[in-house]
Structure formats: C-alpha cells, structure tokens
C-alpha cells in the first residue's frame, strides 16, 4: 500500500465512529436503548431472539420487543466491528511507524489481554490476589511499551492507541447505559468520550498526513496570532455549547424515561431554563462563526484549505442551528433530534482539527504562520 494512502485508513476510522455515533443516535430516538435488557447479550442471547419462544425462562418475556432488540443489536455490533476493524489499522500502524515493530507489537498485544484479564478478574471479584499480580504484569508492560513508543512516530500512534482504549471503555460505558436505564448523566458521558475519541484520531490522522508528505495545502496568505486565538475560542465555545445541549436533553429526559407516558410539550415547558440558556448561548456561538468567516475570508484566499475548512464550519453551524430551531418549535422530531446531535459532534470535529492545524509546531501551516504573523 503507497504510504499516502495510510491516512485514507485512519480516516476510515473517524468515519467508522461517526457510524457509530449515528447509530448510538438512532437507538436514543426510536427508544431502543433497553431494546436488550441485559449485557452484552440480548434476552439472553449472543443473537436476539427472533420470536417471543425463544428467550429463556429466567428473563421476562414481557419486555420484548423485536424491532426494538434488533434496533439496539445492530447499534452494538456497529460497535464491535468498528473496534475489531479500529483495532486492525492500529496494527497496522505500529508495524509501519514503529522501529522495532514486531516488540512493539508483542508489547501491545501482552499488554491488552493482561488488561482485559485484569479487567475481567476485578469486576466478577474472583480471587484478590489474582488481579494484583496481574497489575504489576500490566505495569511492567506500560514501561517497556513506552519505551518501544518512544521510537516511534509517536504523534501517530500513541493518540491511535488512546483512542482504541477509548473505544473498549465506551463498549463499558454502553453496558453501564443499559444497566442504569438510560440514566441521562451516563448518555451524556457516553456522547462525551465519543467526542475525545473522535478527537484522538483526527490527531493522528493530521500527523500520518503530514508525515507523508500529503500534508494539509495551505496557500500563502498574511495571517495573524489573531487567528489562531479566534480557532481556540470558537473551540471552547463549541465545547460548552455542546456541553449545554446535553444538560438541556438531560433535563428533558430526567422527569419522564419514557416518552409515551407524558406530553413532551409539558416536560419542555417544565424544564425551559436550561433549553433558554442554550438557545441564547446557541445564539451567541452562531454569531461569532459568521464573524470569524468574515474575517477569515478578508485575510486567506478563497481557494485555501483554511477557508474551505472555515466554511464548511460555518454551514454546519448554520444546520445545527436551524435543527436546534425545529426542535425547539416543532415539539423534537425525531429526525431533528438525531441530525442535531450528529452536526454537534461534527462541528466539534472540524473546530478541533483548525486548532491542531493552527497550534501544531511541526506542521507547515502552522511554520508559516510564525513566519509571517504580523501582530
Ligand atoms: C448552534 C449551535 C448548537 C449546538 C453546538 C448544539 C448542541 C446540542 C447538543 C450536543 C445537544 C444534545 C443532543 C443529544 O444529546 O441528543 C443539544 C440538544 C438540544 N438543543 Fe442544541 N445546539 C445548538 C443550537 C441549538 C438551537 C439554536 C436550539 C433552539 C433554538 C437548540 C435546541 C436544543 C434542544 C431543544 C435540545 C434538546 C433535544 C433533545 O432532547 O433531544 N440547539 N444541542
């Protein structure tokens, strides 16, 4: 494989977890999140009965619901397979970016299955002793992989490997979403580290580009400090604006779990003072990216990546705010609910990859921005 094509595969991984996000979405919208009782089987089973015969004695039969099992399946096996195929193309990079590969390979491998082991001994609480000992095994392990990543392009693969771990506590985090029915703070978190992990590879993704020379195309235009202050604020911004819509959902949701026992306009009428504080806050966060497009667009050239990125930003922006109307007036469509959580969490993307661009010291954009800013 040509060695510009190694960021296509990363980038496969950012598309496999938006999947994935979406999925996680489409089960929050249509109610499936109990679709499956227990965890990690459904009804007590690896593959979810198809007809009410089939779920084993000791599980109540009165919570079955095929759509809804099916529904909540299929959103834990996107989640599977996106690890299994996340886990491959972290394999890969090693043996592509690591010096001594096939030790950092052996260390990686040891070091997950003693892990999952640990894991495993700690939560059914087996013997005490066994998970101690393997906590040191784990120990000497971390050490000799650090060392092993050291010699590594390690702005490639360290952030890859967090974001793999990332993904093993989110198949936790689902369990625990199951097990404390649907508890909004525990979605929220959930929502919140599919974010970091998403973060974690378009870091790496930005590095395997650059290290391949197939960088980011940056023309020559008088930027200043200015700029890169503005990216960090709207980032910042974008965190607490989604940080209000999930505590705005969550006050939605804490009165009444389940949605066909009461009037969703009364729950909103109820809980208006977080929904206001986002909508003005939304207000706010939409206002300053038009003002940075604006300014973006009197000091870069139209053709720039930073202008397209800026753009694109801004018309996000602009969906995710138009949707966050619709919820708000037309009483949450399903649709709306789903479309706004994933433009959030694409917004977030895009502002957190212009702040890698503009805050990277090795990355070219960001040598010609010490170069030529002027104030
Ligand atoms: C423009 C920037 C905006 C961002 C980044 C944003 C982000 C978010 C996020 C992340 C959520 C939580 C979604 C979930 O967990 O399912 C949310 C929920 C919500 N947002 Fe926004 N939002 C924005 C604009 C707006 C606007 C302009 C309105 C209304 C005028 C609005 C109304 C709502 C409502 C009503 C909810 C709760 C939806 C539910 O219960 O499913 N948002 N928002």
Known sequence: MKSHHHSSLVFSAIILVYFVILAGGIVRISGAGLGCPDWPRCFGRWIPPTDISQIPPHINTG?????????????????????????????????????????????????????????FFYIAKINFLIPVILSIILFLILQE??????????????????ALLLMGYQGWLGSRVVSLELKPIIVSMHFYFALILVAFLVYSWVHIRQKNNDSFRVESQSHSKNFRRWTLLLFFLSVLQIF??????????????????????????????????????????????????????????????????????LIITLLQHFTGVILYYLAFPAFGQVMHLLFSSVLFVFLFLLVVLNYEPNHPHRQYLSSSATD
């Open 63 to 119: 919570d079955f619901n095929f759509r809804l099992a099916w529904t909540e399946y299929i959103n834990r096996l996107a989640g599977v397979i996106s690890g299994f195929v996340i886990f491959g193309i972290f394999l890969f990079l090693v043996k592509n970016y690591c010096e001594k590969w096939k030790m950092a390979l052996t260390v990686v491998l040891l070091g997950l299955i003693s892990l999952v082991l640990l894991l």
């Open 145 to 162: 992989g650090y060392y092993l990543f050291k010699y590594s392009f390690r702005k490639i693969t360290v952030p890859f490997f967090v």
């Open 244 to 313: 209000g819509g999930t505590k705005a959902r969550e006050a939605l949701e804490i009165l009444y779990p389940s949605r066909e026992d009461s009037s969703i306009i009364n729950l909103f009428t109820e809980n208006i003072g977080r929904v206001e504080v986002h909508k003005y806050g939304a207000f706010i966060f939409s206002l300053s990216i038009v003002i940075f497009f604006l300014y973006t667009r009197k000091i870069v050239g139209r053709n720039s990546f930073l202008y397209k990125t800026v753009f694109w930003i």
